[in-house]
């Protein structure tokens, strides 16, 4: 008998209490008691049990490892790193208790809690009501020990990595300043904070510096002299649709700099923050209808769910570090993360949980990465698919020549150029498009006087449309493809623009121009 929408909210009504300060345990060890000395018996989040209808509702998730006693060490600033740490700036997330300790080296670490509070994310009406408690449920989805495995998997995948450990912080914590009180009676993760001169080391020895995401696209598009290494971000990314971690957007990053003989930066990617790697979410009711509503919150199985909500909330860093990438290099490096991902390298990461924990979870979670690596040349191609879609072509803020090549209806080559000085002839970007697979182009001269020049008489071929910057740049379009619309689109200002239109134009200056949301702050750069 099919039970009817009015039942189901009466029975998530009994199964979930209204938002109340109390939704959370107040000591994650099972019987507090006096202080504990170098261990605890803890459980990640006893608070998201549910009984059998909350379950049929709201889904299993990863309710029974949150509840599951395990042994942690207990945090002792003074051991946990050589020379010990002392606190540092406390951290701005909406969800997470975090904040950042230094170690006598100079090294920073983050500190932050393992469970999470999403209700600043809410309204402020709604977050005295019966769906905070629901949004705050939906931590459970997460695997709250997930980031332990992701280590020894991305170094065999050849991809930079933290390493996150587990600590339970003493009831009676007094070393971490203001953040002690809150972080009292948790499971915290502490995990290297990439960023500065000082955390240059280990497996990031040879490089100049690290910085992070908003800092090293600043240089990028400075000049031609900082490059991003777009073959190692590709490499991170698969990894990522490999692991379902959906939480990849450009705060996730930092890139540590290398200096090139012909001397250049080049910027390589370093993942960080594997808070949601192994989600677990569409198998309740009321989560599988938000799933399909929002694909990001997707479960994490033997089968790619959507490709799509894996990398939605990457998409603005993706079209900036992808931009160049084929078809043929997607395919030539899932391939080799099917080499390098072996059996004994899933086992020996998945071993990795907490022994309690990988009773619980540890078979499956192998077998679902032995089997989705079986089909990762497919979830590359997809992936391949929704990028090519749409591709951001940027020069940078000095003076770029633009050369489009309707060379044949199947082949549209795009090709970047100094417009000055002796090395005016050697490419900064070049890449082939097929209108079958690329819908539209996107040139973004910046800043700089940049010239666009387009030729070719074709009969297919994507749209190309160009947006100059604030300075006085020159279009000259050539180019004819068969058809009623014309496939060429300048957007920018009448005055101090030469433009030399052919049937392909559609001048779309005016007296000022809408920013084009390049940059988060839409100042085009």
């Given amino acids: 008998m099919r039970l009817r929408l009015p039942y189901l909210f009466t029975s998530l009504l009994v199964t ?6 109390h939704f959370f345990q107040p000591d994650a060890r099972l019987s507090p008691g006096s202080a504990p000395a170098d261990s605890a018996t803890v459980t990640a989040g006893r608070h998201y049990q549910r009984g059998p209808i909350g379950r049929f509702l709201l889904g299993k998730h990863y309710r029974r490892v949150w509840a599951e006693p395990v042994a942690l060490p207990v945090l002792d600033l003074t051991t946990a790193v050589p020379g010990g740490l002392k606190p540092g700036k406390v951290g701005g997330g909406f969800q997470t208790i975090s904040m950042t300790v230094e170690g006598a080296d100079g090294r920073t670490y983050a500190l932050r809690s393992v469970d999470k509070d999403p209700s600043k994310t809410l309204p402020k009406p709604l977050q005295p009501t019966l769906i905070m408690t629901v949004v705050r ?16 998997l991305a170094q065999a995948a050849g991809v930079y990595h933290t390493n996150p450990r587990l600590f339970y912080v003493r009831p009676d914590e007094q070393g971490l300043g203001p953040t002690s009180e809150r972080l009292r009676g948790k499971v915290v ?4 904070k990439l960023e500065g001169k000082a955390n240059i080391y280990g497996l990031l020895a040879g490089a100049q510096d690290l910085e992070e995401s908003e800092d090293v696209l600043a240089e990028r598009y400075a000049s031609p002299k900082s490059v991003l290494d777009e073959a190692a971000f590709l490499r991170a990314r698969l990894l990522d649709v490999w692991l379902g971690d959906w939480d990849r957007h450009e705060g996730q990053w930092s890139w540590a700099a290398f200096k090139q003989a012909d001397g250049r930066t080049t910027w390589r990617p370093i993942p960080q923050d594997r808070d949601q790697v192994f ?8 989560s599988w209808v938000v799933s399909k509503a929002v694909a990001k919150f997707r479960t994490f199985g033997p089968k790619f769910q959507s490709i799509e909500g894996y990398t939605r909330n990457a998409q603005f860093i993706d079209e900036r570090a992808l931009s160049g990438q084929t078809h043929q290099q997607y395919q030539a490096t899932a391939l080799d993360l099917q080499r390098r991902l072996t059996d004994a390298v899933i086992d020996s990461a998945v071993r990795r949980l907490p022994r309690a924990v990988y009773r619980l979870e540890g078979a499956r979670l192998a077998a ?8 990762l040349p497919n979830a590359a191609a997809e992936l391949y698919r929704l990028k090519a879609r749409r591709v951001v072509v940027a020069g940078t803020d000095e003076a770029e020549r633009f050369v489009v090549e309707r060379r044949t209806d199947s082949t549209t080559v795009v090709t970047v150029y100094p417009l000055e000085g002796k090395k005016a002839e050697q490419p900064l970007y070049q890449r082939t498009f097929h ?7 996107v040139l973004h001269g910046l800043q700089g006087k940049d010239r666009f020049e387009l030729s070719g008489t074709v009969r297919s071929s994507p749209f190309v449309d160009i947006y100059g910057g604030p300075d006085d740049d020159t279009v000259e379009d050539n180019s004819h493809v068969a058809g009623l619309r014309r496939k060429t689109r300048f957007f920018d200002t009448h005055r101090n623009n030469t433009i030399s239109p052919g049937k392909e134009t ?18 085009g750069r």
């Fill in 137 to 152: 449920d939906a931590t459970s989805a997460a695997m709250p020990y997930g980031a332990l495995v992701v280590p020894p």
């Fill in 279 to 286: 989600f677990r979410f569409d198998d309740g009711i009321l």
């Fill in 368 to 375: 679902s990465l032995r089997a989705r690596r079986a089909t």
């Fill in 435 to 441: 209108p079958r697979e690329t819908h539209t182009i």
């Fill in 16 to 21: 979930t209490s209204c938002a109340t300060s």
């Fill in 189 to 192: 993760l502490l995990e290297e």
């Fill in 506 to 523: 559609k001048n779309r200056t005016a007296h000022s121009v809408a920013p084009h949301a390049f940059d988060r702050d839409g100042s």
